[in-house]
């Protein structure tokens, strides 16, 4: 159990998942393998628009891994939160949310009543959603299982009637009714 003021027990925990800082640092390795051949191939003119090139890559990869690197998902038995893109902070209760799904990139959308919330590249992703999923399906369930509320006063009430509708009908007599009516009122 955590220790703090929602009392609630953590389920599950993702981060930011492997192949995404994998891509970014791939991606500025593919920049440097093709200029250098393109610096081959055209000559110095072309290199300096092909450097240009890659400081603009390298800094969109820099851009991306920061916008990203601080992606995380906690999900409780009551809420969901944790951080989306640019270190975004994010806490749902659990029954705010109206669905989960997953997205493109390892990613989960989690939505709400007021929009839909993207963690991206997360390392166990199905998992997550999975989880999310049940505790909706299961707080689903708890709603739909209500016990009607009998009112015992309402019910007394009625009987009263088909008894009174017996002793005018004669299928019983006053006797008979005087003591099912003391019965039904408690007297």
């Known amino acids: 159990m955590k220790n703090d003021n929602y009392a609630e027990e953590t389920l599950m925990e993702s981060k930011l998942s492997t192949p995404s800082i994998i891509g970014a640092v791939f991606g500025i390795l593919v920049a440097v393998i093709v200029t250098m051949l393109l610096t081959m191939i055209a000559g110095t003119y072309w290199s300096s628009f092909l450097v240009m090139g ?97 009112n015992q006063e309402d019910s007394s009430i009625d009987d009263l009637k088909q008894y009174k509708e017996l002793l005018d009908s004669g299928v019983i007599n006053q006797e008979e009714f005087d003591a099912k009516k003391k019965q039904l009122l408690g007297l």
Not at 85 to 95: A, E, T, Y
Not at 125 to 133: D, H, K, P
């Open 54 to 150: 890659i400081i603009a890559g390298g800094a969109f990869c820099a851009i991306f891994y920061y916008a990203f690197s601080k992606t995380k998902l906690i999900v409780t038995n009551k809420r969901v939160y944790g951080r989306i893109s640019f270190g975004r902070q994010v806490d749902l209760p659990l029954d705010s949310i109206s669905a989960v799904g997953t997205t493109l990139f390892k990613g989960i959308v989690v939505s709400s009543a007021s929009g839909a919330i993207k963690f991206n590249f997360l390392q166990n992703r199905n998992e997550l959603s999975s989880l999310i999923r049940q505790l909706l399906v299961d707080r689903q369930n708890k709603a739909n299982i209500s016990t009607p509320i009998i």
